[in-house]
C-alpha cells in the first residue's frame, strides 16, 4: 500500500522560505508521477507542482512559478517543495499525492497533509 507522509510545514514571514517533504513508501514509484497541492480555508484543493518520477520532467502552477520548485531523491524515495519569496496567499494545508502514470487523471494517493502560514 503507497503511503505518502508530508513534514516540513510551519509559520514563515512574507519573503521568506521553506522547505516541504514527502516521504514515499509500499512500492516503487519508478513510473509515477508525484504532486503537491494545497487547499486554503473555504477554497477548493488546487495543484501547485507535480514531477515525473524517472525523467524528472515538472510542471508548475502559474501561481507558483519561479518562487517554488519540486525535485525528488530516488535514493530517500522523497518528493520535495522548495517554497521561496512566500506570500500570505499561499497560506493553506499542503498536500503530497501521487498517480501510476501520466496518462492517469486522477491521483490515488494522498498524503495527510502539511499546514503552511504565511504572515505578512
Known amino acids: 500500500q503507497v503511503q505518502l507522509v508530508e513534514s516540513g510545514g510551519g509559520l514563515v514571514q512574507a519573503g521568506g522560505s521553506l522547505r516541504l517533504s514527502c516521504a514515499a513508501s509500499g512500492r516503487t514509484f519508478s513510473s509515477y508521477v508525484m504532486g503537491w497541492f494545497r487547499q486554503a480555508p473555504g477554497k477548493e484543493r488546487e495543484f501547485v507542482a507535480a514531477i515525473n518520477w524517472s525523467g524528472g520532467s515538472t510542471s508548475y502552477a502559474d501561481s507558483v512559478q519561479g518562487r517554488f520548485t519540486i525535485s525528488r531523491d530516488k535514493a530517500k524515495n522523497t518528493v520535495y517543495l522548495q517554497m521561496n519569496s512566500l506570500k500570505p496567499e499561499d497560506t493553506a494545508v499542503y498536500y503530497c499525492?501521487?498517480?501510476?502514470?501520466?496518462?492517469?487523471?486522477?491521483?490515488?494517493?494522498w498524503g495527510q497533509g502539511t499546514q503552511v502560514t504565511v504572515s505578512s
Open positions: 499525492a501521487a498517480k501510476s502514470g501520466r496518462w492517469v487523471n486522477e491521483y490515488a494517493y
